[in-house]
């Protein structure tokens, strides 16, 4: 008999179906061993033995590893066929550790997807385990457990905050410092002129550049704005083609970009419904895997899909003259390896062939997915541009551009609404009478918040995390119990616990949460991966660094009286203002005690709700600590119009959300 290890419970009936009888497919679900938490500074880390760590199965896990040991005792052969990432081949590894495989082929497989092939390819060309990879996922582990329990334990001792972490306090770092941004920016004012026609704007541009005219003299825009007449000539029209770019397949990051752009996805939603269609849904009777797996950096499509799926594909139901270049983005447009983009398994299932199999979620996935695999191969749009040049008789230009496609390309393939397109027929010389001129006063917009497609386009260009840690991290942060980041209005907002956290690690420990400290520690996880670092000398040096620095900061932070600065000052003494660690928390407080005993009052963010005030219909809902620290909800608009609006609890509809 041959058995098969998975990692996921939700595989074992896909992968049954393709391997036949003589196989039996058991799941570890996930991991199955875990660092102790005992030992010095409950590391789990033998300090006798180069730091080796020290293993346990967990107590989630004790009866699973039972039913494995049960499921491998007549087996002649073992097939570890974990994920094909670091933490699959660091399960595969525990697996061997653990189970008695003494006297029992092992070997290891890895597909991409599962369908009949791939499952067959893999059976047939086994490896190795590949010791580097474990050795890097087991080095990551140990360093952001020294981290981890290290820094959670001061910050848990001086601020009261919960934790603090090496991806986790980067992440952070990158919100407040937007938001540091934020409060920092000062806008300008200045204007804008433009000349409004039934279907059309032009603007007051700066005389022979490509720039709009932005007046920041006020005198100035209204001696120009009063000297423009709606009479003008058209002086100029020229014309030229641009190239409107497909993109290309996704990997993990832009995938969880595009749910939240177009669907407002969280990263945690998108990776679940991800997952599932990875795993395989129930289609009439059959587990069917419907794409690739979803923890990928390429954006490499393999060459048989691309041949014998993709073109085939786009040439019935576009035409040869559809097809383009695969869009990668950077790399070989062919993968090498077994990692690829994540795409669809098999292209003759389309999205609405499987609407009534697939929930509403599990649909708008695949089918982001499945549209932008086959735009991705198809030729780029292309734009007519006409520009157009108006001048008044005070030799003001204005200028409008009119676009037009001119070839669809991947749009074709697209349920994009296509912009309104507009037929300027005017020629050089005409003269053109507008409806209106307008003067705009405006301000420059300062930097916004992020949303969670932003920060993990960030968190990839700043080579913080991996695709296997983006949702997790973003999650954490948001974690309502450390009140650290709260999701509002779909931007991530950071918290008193959270901006004081990085306030504190900034001051003391700026080195181990900066960001590129933490993206050159990928790259030297990456090496140990490539079998280029030793992993032993590796976390044997970092572990020296990090309890030398802390040593060192603890007694600065013993000799120091400083307080920690919010960065703010009092308003009404005008001294600085400090976090402070009471009974009920973090709260921010005038320096100036007992002087000024100003204690700020805002509503924590993390509190507000979606619910519109019932009485007002201004402010939202917003949880608040009333009397003996009894909680009651009531509205965010009491300080500004006097809106009393309370209850003790939220309604719930019918459905009981």
């Avoid at 001086?158 to 937007?178: E, F, N």
């Avoid at 296509?418 to 005409?430: H, R």
């Avoid at 650290?484 to 003391?508: D, H, I, W």
């Amino acid at each position: 008999m041959k058995v098969v290890i998975v990692e996921s419970p939700n595989k074992t009936h896909t992968i049954e179906q393709y391997l036949g009888k003589e196989y039996k497919v058991v799941a570890s679900v996930g991991h199955i061993r875990e660092l102790v938490s005992t030992g010095k500074d409950n590391l789990g880390l033998d300090f006798n033995n180069h730091l080796k760590p020290i293993y346990t199965i967990t107590d989630t896990h004790q009866k699973i590893v039972k039913q494995l040991n049960e499921a491998v005792k007549n087996a002649d052969t073992v097939y570890l066929a974990t994920d094909l990432d670091r933490e699959g081949e660091a399960i595969s590894w525990h697996l061997t550790e653990v189970l008695n495989l003494e006297g029992k082929t092992v070997k290891r497989i890895e597909f991409n997807e599962i369908t009949k092939s791939a499952l067959a390819h893999a059976i047939e060309n086994p490896r190795d385990l590949d010791m580097n990879l474990v050795y890097s996922q087991e080095a990551r582990r140990v360093i952001d457990r020294i981290i981890g329990y290290k820094l959670s334990n001061i910050v848990q001792k001086r601020l009261g905050v919960p934790s603090a972490g090496r991806v986790q306090s980067a992440t952070l770092k990158m919100i407040t410092d937007r938001e540091k941004e934020i409060n920092a920016f000062v806008p300008q004012k200045y204007s804008t002129i433009k000349a409004v026609a039934k279907d059309f704007e032009a603007k007051l541009y700066i005389d022979n550049k490509e720039e709009v005219y932005k007046i920041e003299d006020e005198a100035l825009a209204n001696k120009i704005f009063e000297s423009t007449s709606k009479e003008m000539v058209v002086t100029n029209i020229t014309k030229s083609i641009r190239k409107e770019y497909a993109k290309a397949p996704f990997e993990t990051s832009t995938l969880l970009q595009a749910l939240n752009q177009e669907h407002n996805f969280s990263t945690s939603t998108s990776m679940k419904e991800a997952q599932s269609l990875f795993e395989g849904i129930n289609i009439n009777g059959k587990h069917i895997a419907l794409i690739t797996y979803m923890r990928t950096d390429e954006t490499r499509l393999s060459k048989d899909f691309i041949f014998t799926q993709l073109k085939p594909l786009i040439v019935s139901k576009y035409g040869a003259e559809s097809v383009g270049y695969v869009h990668t983005g950077k790399g070989s447009d062919f993968a090498q390896g077994a990692h690829e983009a994540i795409r669809p398994v098999d292209l003759k299932l389309t999205p609405e062939s499987l609407k009534e199999s697939l929930t509403k979620y599990q649909y708008l996935v695949y089918k982001t997915i499945y549209d932008r695999t086959i735009q991705s191969m198809m030729k780029d749009a292309e734009i007519e541009v006409t520009k157009v040049e108006f001048r008044d008789k005070s030799n003001n230009r204005f200028v409008c551009e009119f676009d037009k496609y001119i070839d669809l390309g991947y749009r074709v393939a697209s349920d994009a609404k296509l912009p309104k397109e507009i037929e300027f027929k005017y020629q050089v010389g005409d003269e053109f009478k507008f409806n209106d001129i307008k003067l705009e006063s405006k301000e420059t917009e300062g930097p916004k918040r992020f949303t969670e497609a932003q920060l993990i386009k960030l968190m990839k260009e700043k080579g913080v995390g991996r695709p296997s840690t983006y949702s997790s991290t973003i999650d954490g942060l948001k974690n309502k119990n450390k009140g650290y980041v709260v999701k509002t209005k779909n931007v991530l907002v950071p918290q008193k616990n959270g901006m004081a956290s990085l306030e504190f690690l900034e001051k003391y420990f700026l080195q181990l949460v900066d960001i590129p400290f933490t993206a050159q520690m990928e790259l030297e996880l990456d090496e140990i991966a490539q079998g280029e670092r030793d992993k032993t000398e590796y976390v044997e040096n970092f572990y020296d660094m990090v309890d030398k620095l802390i040593i060192e900061k603890t007694k600065e932070m013993n000799n120091s009286n400083e307080p920690l600065y919010t960065g703010e000052t009092c308003p009404v003494c005008g001294a600085k203002m400090a976090y402070r660690n009471g009974q009920f928390g973090l709260f921010e407080a005038c320096t100036n005690y007992p002087n000024c005993s100003y204690i700020k009052k805002n509503v924590s963010q993390s509190t507000v709700t979606d619910i519109i005030c019932p009485k007002c219909g201004k402010g939202h809902l917003v949880q608040k600590r009333g009397y003996k620290g009894k909680l009651f909800y009531g509205c965010s608009e009491f300080s500004n119009t006097g809106c009393n609006y309370m209850i003790s609890k939220l309604p719930v509809n019918k459905k009981g959300k």
